[in-house]
């Protein structure tokens, strides 16, 4: 017996495990870091690139706030660095979780 699939389902079902993470501002704006799966080839080579120079410079460790703002740039487009600012500060910490959280839902081993 076949299985009939629906566009529609195909699409919910891959919303279901690859949607974005949402992130409610302060303002009651809001951002949304898509899933690294549902970026565009250039992006996720700029995402490799970043993590890959972090490494290679010790780039988290000399400027954690600004690794974290470049990231959160690539993965949620223009102005998600300002938005995230303002509402961190530079409270590395709080980035460091927020990239930990998202990472978590991002995974491409999950597929």
């Not at 565009?40 to 988290?60: H, P, Q, T, Y």
């Amino acid at each position: 017996m076949s299985k009939k699939l629906q566009l529609d389902d195909i699409r919910a079902a891959a919303e279901r495990k690859f949607g974005s993470v949402v992130i409610e501002l302060s303002d009651g704006g809001i951002v949304e870091l898509k899933n690294m799966l549902r970026l565009s080839r250039e992006k996720r080579d700029k995402f490799a690139d970043l993590v890959e120079a972090s490494k290679a410079e010790s780039g988290i460790a000399d400027d954690p706030t600004k690794f974290f703002l470049d990231v959160f740039e690539v993965i949620g487009g223009d102005g998600t660095a300002d938005k995230l600012r303002r509402e961190f500060g530079e409270d590395a910490a709080l980035f460091a979780t927020l990239f930990e959280m998202y990472s978590e839902g991002s995974e491409v081993g999950e597929a």
